[in-house]
């Protein structure tokens, strides 16, 4: 199972928006409806920021907004805040492989 | 509060083994799934297995399977990565992961995250 393609790197000032895609096969990103985005600051753990695409846990903030197109599915935050810098990755269900797989993350950084 | 804590991380040489352990608390343990993700130090994350709440089923990534066996105690609320004939790219923060679906769903979202263990693996 491949790692589903993210951009290396995006940025923004603060008060932006920056968009982040991650792009995957008909066998995980586009087969299903079970992308997640995780945030992970440097040192820590990820923290999982969207499931579903589309849906937010409790707690997170709803400038974090996913969606999905095909076999791509996008992060965007808006109204960007220097705490919002860090590592973000997505995963994807790949059921016909009994597997997951993640991204290959993308640094966020904040002008 | 939900709580995953790992432990077991070392350095290893090159073929040996090591069995990491990850103890679980504030939440209904065997009602979840489990996972063991991975990640190379400045390198991105990367699932390993899975295994089912009544430890009846598990996965592994293709890159792993046959060296690694996951397995749980939920009488010990404890999951458990043995990881044999290790290899230095094998060198990693190993993390346990909880499965945000409850009972039979798995869908690899991974909603609480220990803090790692560190394996490292040299001669």
């Known amino acids: 199972q491949s790692a589903l393609t993210q951009p290396p790197s995006a940025s923004g000032s603060p008060g932006q928006s920056v968009t982040i895609s991650c792009t995957g096969t008909?066998?995980?990103?586009?087969?299903?409806?079970?992308v997640s985005w995780y945030q992970q600051h440097p040192g820590k753990a990820p923290k999982l920021m969207i499931y579903e695409v589309t849906k937010r846990p409790s707690g997170v903030p709803d400038r974090f907004s996913g969606s999905k197109s095909g076999n791509t599915a996008s992060l965007t935050v808006s109204g960007l805040q220097a705490e919002d810098e860090a590592d973000y990755y997505c995963?994807?269900?790949?059921?016909?492989?009994?597997?997951?797989?993640f991204g290959t993350g993308t640094k966020v950084t904040v002008l | 509060e939900v709580q995953l804590v790992e432990s077991g991380g070392a350095v290893v040489q090159p073929g040996g083994s090591l069995r990491l352990s990850c103890a679980a608390s504030?939440?209904?343990?065997?009602?979840?799934?489990m996972h063991w993700v991975r990640q190379a130090p400045g390198k991105g994350l990367e699932w390993v297995s899975l295994?089912?709440?009544?430890?009846?089923?598990?996965?592994?990534a293709a890159s792993w399977k046959g060296r690694f066996t996951i397995s749980r105690d939920n009488s010990k609320n404890s999951l458990y990565l043995q990881m044999n004939s290790l290899r230095p790219e094998d060198t990693a923060l190993y993390y346990c992961?909880?499965?945000?679906?409850f009972g039979s769903g798995t869908y690899y979202t991974f909603d609480y995250w220990g803090q790692g263990t560190l394996v490292t693996v040299s001669s």
């Open positions: 995963s994807s269900y790949a059921g016909s492989n009994n597997s997951g797989v």
């Open positions: 504030g939440f209904t343990f065997d009602d979840y799934a």
């Open positions: 295994i089912s709440w009544d430890g009846g089923t598990t996965y592994y």
């Open positions: 992961a909880k499965e945000f679906y």
């Open positions: 008909s066998s995980d990103v586009g087969g299903y409806n079970y």
